[in-house]
């Protein structure tokens, strides 16, 4: 099971060899992820779900907890449902953004204050019923055009894009319109950190 699945991007590998349910509270983000398809896809809410008890050997979170009024709650329910757990997040401990930290300068503060600390994350899942939570992190490189990655910022690619202060967006959208292809030609490069939090019960 993908919990907050988005537009299946996760679902859809997975699903290259196992039987895959997609669940997100989003019809608008569902809709793109069928179109993805084979795999089934449910619209319910994360900290409720609409599965019985052990329907599923695995549940993956991605970038999910943040959007959660209640994490605690929907690992435990997550608990009910699958027999083991991987959380996929970013640690704001250690998150740096580059450049879209000069362009918008109140989006770290914003995201240190949503995203659950690891630690919290790992304390969770114990309640909820896991054992032994295991951390890892994997260092990833993504390489872009520039007008991509603006395209990307354009389209608001961060969800805390619209929690900034107002005219921050727009203002840091300007900067980085002038600056990335003044800094960086026409190839941009992003290097960030995923941090897994596997466990099972
Ligand atoms: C940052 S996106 C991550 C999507 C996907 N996991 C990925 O990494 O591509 C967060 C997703 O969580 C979904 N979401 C937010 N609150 C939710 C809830 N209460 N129950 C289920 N999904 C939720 C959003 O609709 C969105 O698709």
Redesign the pocket.
Known sequence: M??????G??AKLLSMTNRVVA????EA?LRVARAKGPFECVE????RLPFRTDAFDLAM????LQ???DYGA?LRDIARVAHRVVV?TSDMATRRLGILEEAFPSLLAIDRKRFPPIPAIVDALRAAGFRDPLVEERAYVRRLATGDQLDRVRHRYL?TFDLLPLGEFERGLRFLEDEMPRRYGDRFEITARFTFVGATR
């Open positions: 993908d919990v907050g699945a988005g537009t991007r996760f669940l997100d509270s989003s983000m319910g809410d994360g900290h979170v991605v970038m999910v959007h959660l009024g929907a996929a969800s």
